[in-house]
């Protein structure tokens, strides 16, 4: 089978996300290279150890190329997809197979097509699993999911996968006696808000490694960074990684331990904005062309509040002084296809005018799909802009490089 060929075709004539505005019907996506320069320059010159992207957060070919060519060399993929992509587009990538649930025919391709050595799981029947599927192999790294309490974050990943932290030591030391590496992971739920969930999964992991009395090589702290959205904004991206770095420190016991993480969110949320057009205004309501079934799910069922912008002609200004909170309805039928919001705009707001929608780099053209006839495989256009929100304003904090923690 070929790799999954996304159609996502950057054009840079545009240089800003006014002159978008003209020739199109369907929504359109502003991207900007600079941003994501930037979040994955802090991730790669702050963190101290091996940032694995986390490909399902944004698996377009010309975000991982950018990657890749910034210093990416490792990659967390949860399906063969995905490994299929990564590798037509590097072929010196290290994929790290981290669904703790795969097809059996999937790690029998990732293993011996792709060579992926890396797996994870939370099951003593995913071992075996990936035992039998890899016939035996004896060059293994694996790693052991845990569940981790997600107290901090908005959307919590703790109850589908990990192994409970009770039964956790019994899977460690089962798994240590075939993994050639063994490694732990966990996931603090995404978009986490407080630093201290890193330093309490990390504590409660190393508690279960000690009761197992079983010897790692890898430490994961997964992902869960976050973005900056109206109404939630996280503490600095550094204070993550002073936290994970300090409780990192305290771990003792193990040689050349290796810290890994798995960021997506923060490195590729605010590289893409979406422009939209207002189909109608009903009240305090507006129904514009893309929606919840389109690039903007997390506005809909988690109700995220994206930063928005309303984009009109330098003649026409508008009543940009009042501003009034307005809910989205999307172009489909769907009452589902539904943003409460608040997202405040111009009170004067009016069918045929066109709102810049922030934060879409993460998951928005990802989760798009066709329902209801409303196409979304459109291009992607470069634009200059910075982004209508950002977490990496201070250049200072990405202009040195780290050094990898000795434990």
């Known amino acids: 089978m070929q790799p999954t060929k996304v159609l996502c075709i950057v054009r840079r004539e545009q240089k ?130 845990m569940s981790i309490p997600n107290t901090f974050a908005e959307l919590s990943l703790g109850e589908k996968f990990g192994v409970n932290l009770q039964d956790a030591p019994k899977l460690l030391s089962q798994v240590r006696q075939y993994a050639k590496k063994l490694g732990v992971c966990f996931h603090v739920g995404s978009q986490c808000m407080h630093p201290d969930a890193y330093r309490i999964a990390i504590r409660m992991a190393i508690s279960s490694i000690k009761e197992a009395k079983v010897t790692i090589e890898s430490l994961n702290v997964g992902g869960g960074f976050p973005s900056i959205y109206p109404g939630m904004v996280p503490p600095p991206m550094s204070s993550y990684f002073d936290a994970i770095h300090e409780e990192f420190r305290k771990v003792k016991g193990y040689k050349k331990l290796e810290l890994l993480c798995e960021p997506g969110r923060a490195i590729v949320a605010e590289s893409t904005s979406v422009i939209v057009r207002v189909e109608m205004r009903k009240g305090q309501n507006l129904y514009i062309n893309d929606g919840t079934y389109g690039s903007l799910f997390d506005a809909g069922i988690p109700h995220f509040i994206y930063p928005v912008n309303l984009l009109r002609g330098k003649d026409d200004k508008g009543d940009s002084d009042h501003v009034l909170p307005f809910s989205f309805y999307g172009p489909t039928c769907d009452t589902l296809d539904f943003m409460k919001g608040p997202f405040y705009l111009p009170s004067d707001v009016r069918e045929g005018d066109f709102i810049e929608i922030g934060q879409i780099g993460a998951y928005g053209r990802t989760m798009a799909t066709g329902f209801n006839g409303f196409s979304h495989k459109r291009g992607v256009h470069e634009v200059d802009d910075n982004p209508l929100m950002t977490m990496y304003g201070d250049d200072k904090d990405i202009n040195h490089s780290p050094e990898k923690i000795a434990v």
């Open 16 to 145: 800003s996300v006014k002159s978008l505005l003209r020739g199109y019907r369907q929504p359109v996506f502003a991207f900007r290279k600079h941003s994501i320069e930037k979040a994955a320059s802090f991730f790669l010159n702050n963190f101290k150890g091996e940032p694995l992207y986390a490909v399902k957060t944004n698996p377009e070919p010309h975000v991982i190329k950018i990657l890749c060519q910034l210093g990416f060399h490792s990659f967390d993929v949860a399906s063969l997809e995905e490994i299929r992509l990564v590798s037509s587009l590097s072929k010196d990538a290290n994929l790290y197979y981290m669904h703790p649930v795969k097809p059996r025919h999937a790690i029998r391709e990732a293993y011996f097509k792709y060579g992926v050595r890396h797996f994870s799981l939370d099951s003593k029947e995913e071992l075996d699993k990936i035992r039998k599927e890899t016939k035996n192999a004896d060059d293994l790294c694996l790693h052991v999911r």
